[in-house]
């Protein structure tokens, strides 16, 4: 039978849908103000709190309102969007009571202004309490973001974290029924970890229902029980193909749920590419571009496969909208690269069009 001379297929493709976990965010504006080491008595081998926030002494009052107001004149001249001010960094609710209370009555104070509209912490399982959760409300803290890192008690007993999976479950459904927005953060690459444990734990948060996810790469700082493993050899880092797609593996088991996943990769701060030269790992400032990127690819092989089983094709084109070209074509275009040659007798062409 000859061919069809329109034997050409068009892809149009849905990339908000492709990513509908990932870039669909509400519009606000974070405040976030870093409480080092402070409150946290344990020693997670991955962990160099200083390092990571950049401080190492305790953060005085004086240095939460004024970097509140530093925020607040930065963000003055953009409209519409909401503010919250995020205590990160530690264990917020490992400080004691006096303190966690004064920090919240600052960022209380500008809820009160109305110049703010939420505050949200990040703390571990085993720091929620009932009591704990009384003061949080009576403070209008929003967002509550459990560390669990992983839901593998033989990877949380080696990672030295403290608590095991039962505490995280007791304390999201603790945090769900105080009425707080959930949030969960889990690592990419930790000790005896696989990507069959990463799965398990994503499916066992996905039960607990999270309104938020963070995932993290392991980076292996210098000085930590982590980078002494490293140098020891005990302890190999990822590299940055497997997190990829360890992490891409995480992010597919979300699609069927409203997650949201707010950050994917660890920002690197001023101190951390001071430090460079100890810091070894899957590190890469763009990292979740890449995970996006792969999701991509894989939705357009997948449409692809679909239409090749159905007909004769002797062109492919794919259309996207131009606002995502660089995720579309890939870091260092590495989709393009990719699709450009493994479909070079379909003479694959990519169009960007639209909004920029
Ligand atoms: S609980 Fe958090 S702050 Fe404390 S050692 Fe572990 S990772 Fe670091």
């Known amino acids: 039978m000859p061919m069809k001379d329109t034997n050409k297929i068009e892809i149009k493709l849905d990339i908000a849908k492709v990513l509908k976990n990932i870039i669909n965010k509400e519009e606000q504006y974070t405040i976030p103000i870093f409480i080092p080491h402070k409150g946290c008595p344990n020693d997670c081998v991955f962990c ?109 007993q080696i990672s030295k974290r403290g608590h095991n999976a039962k505490a995280v479950v007791r304390a999201s459904l603790l945090i769900r029924h105080y009425g707080f927005e959930l949030g969960h953060q889990m690592m990419i690459g930790l000790p005896e970890s696989d990507v069959n444990k990463e799965l398990y734990t994503i499916q066992s948060l996905l039960k607990l229902h999270p309104k938020e996810l963070r995932i993290y790469p392991v980076y292996v700082i210098y000085p930590s029980q982590l980078y002494d493993w490293y140098e020891q050899k005990k302890y190999i880092p990822l590299t940055l ?30 101190e951390i590419t001071e430090s460079n030269k100890a810091l070894v790992g899957p590190i890469c400032d763009n990292f979740a571009e890449y995970v996006m990127a792969k999701m991509v690819v894989i939705e357009i092989e997948n449409r692809i496969k679909e239409k090749l089983e159905k007909d004769k094709i002797n062109q492919i084109i794919i259309e996207a909208p131009f606002k995502y070209a660089s995720i579309v074509v890939g870091p260092k275009k590495i989709n393009k690269e990719y699709l450009m040659s493994k479909y070079k007798e379909y003479d694959m062409k990519l169009k960007l069009k639209g909004e920029k």
């Open 48 to 156: 160099n709190q200083r390092k990571i926030s950049g401080h190492q002494e305790d953060v005085s009052l004086k240095e939460v309102d004024e970097t509140i107001e530093k925020y607040l004149i930065y963000f003055s001249n953009s409209k519409c969007k909401k503010i919250q001010i995020a205590f990160f960094g530690g264990s917020f609710t490992g400080l004691d009571i006096k303190s966690q209370v004064a920090y919240l009555k600052i960022a209380n104070r500008y809820i009160k202004e109305g110049t703010v509209d939420s505050i949200r912490i990040s703390t571990r399982p085993d720091y929620i309490s009932p009591t704990i959760l009384q003061i949080l409300k009576k403070y209008n803290v929003k967002n509550i973001e459990l560390g669990v890192q992983s839901m593998d008690d033989s990877v949380l």
């Open 241 to 270: 193909e497997e997190t990829i797609d360890r992490t891409y593996s995480v992010v597919k088991e979300c699609v069927t749920t409203n997650i949201k996943i707010i950050r994917m990769g660890l920002q690197a701060t001023d």
